[in-house]
């Protein structure tokens, strides 16, 4: 079978459908891979906060302030959009915010805590509701025997985004660079062109994708936190998908501080410069869109679980690679690691996500799992930030309890029914 196959396809779905849909993830892969992974976080800390004793924990502070807003608001969105039939337009919406807050980055300068802190917080809200409605579009499109593969086609393609929005950056970054420009006219310009790239990416997604839901009076108005009580109420009716909302907080938490702080542990712990960072990340993408494309396949052959609980171990084999490097030589050798396991674990709990939700509330159950891993957000950052403020900046130390995250997210795993969840889901 061949990639886009027609026959993993639900009934009713074009080609095209899924490539729009996939656009999607190549558009906001920039955002995460250039403000959250490679450049903003380092340069926050560095010049936003003036390399404060507090400059890293604040920066993980922001981040988790994004994620409990989202937390709390997702599930009545997600509710909102199965009762409207509005998973497309809230999409646009949150895109547009995303975009415009990413260019707000750019025009805060050092010391300008206050501003740079409220772009921070609105784009990542943004992003993290535009995460969660694109994939509640993944069940509709993809059987769900082949949903590790579409989500794979979705996350591998995502990844190429993530890379040219950072090739582009980092193109500049050492041409400024050689011109003597400083990182605070240089780092802006980076986020212009993410901002510009996301925009541009995502436009096929609203040409292509279709809105396949229908209005739904029936199902409880959205007001208040009133929705996300509901929601957890109705999802005790399925406890293989509140089993795997655990794990995937858990593994989630240390994801997230690969993402948030990978940078930082890089020029804090081993002296990375701005364009090493930039250049080791551009390779984590490369290593991810293979784990994603790859995994896609491995994990519809062997299984959700069993794929994820082999990323898992991965993931603790590159947290204790980080953890005793000295030098950029085994660093590197983490950072492939760890993209080949992100591609994966990123691609698998998509999928499972997707084969435990009940198919006429799927706003609503990728509402929770945007809850599950927006809390992952908040634990996972605020540990290790809390960790380097408490040991004195110990980055080592931080990195090290990160990998507890995945031996929990393991354990949890294994307690997991996969044919009892999907069976539930059906009914």
Known sequence: MGLFDQSLLNDGVKKREVFGWSTYDFANSGYTTVVLTAVYNAYFVSVIAENSPSA?????????????????????????????????????ISTAGCVFSTIGLGLAGRGELWGAGLAVIVSNCCYSYGESLIAAFLPELARRESLGRVSGWGWAFGYFGGMLSLGLSLAYVLHAQAAGIPATEFVPITMYITAGIYALAAAPTFVLLRERTVPNAALPKASGLAPLWASWQRARA?????????????????ISVVIALAAVYAEQALGFK????????????????????GFGYFQDRVGHKHALAITLGGWV????????????????????????????????????????????????FFGLWTFATRLAAIIGPLSYGLITWISGGNHRLAILGTGLFFVIGWLILRGIDMERGMARATR
């Open 56 to 92: 890293t924990l604040l920066w993980t502070l922001l981040i988790a302030v994004s994620s409990l807003i989202v937390m709390l608001t997702m599930p009545m969105i997600g509710a909102h959009a199965d009762r409207h039939a509005a998973k497309k337009r809230l999409l646009l």
């Open 238 to 254: 399925y406890p293989e998908f509140l089993r795997f909302l655990a794990c995937g907080t858990s593994y989630q938490a240390g």
């Open 274 to 293: 701005q364009a090493q960072t930039m250049a080791l990340v551009f390779l984590v993408n490369i290593a991810s869109a293979v784990g994603a494309f």
């Open 317 to 364: 084999v590159m947290v204790s690679m980080a953890y005793l490097a000295q030098g950029p030589g085994l660093f590197w050798v983490a950072a492939v690691i760890a993209g080949l396991c992100m591609g994966s674990s990123q691609s698998c709990g998509r999928a499972l996500a997707g084969s435990f939700a009940p198919p006429a509330s799927l706003g609503e």
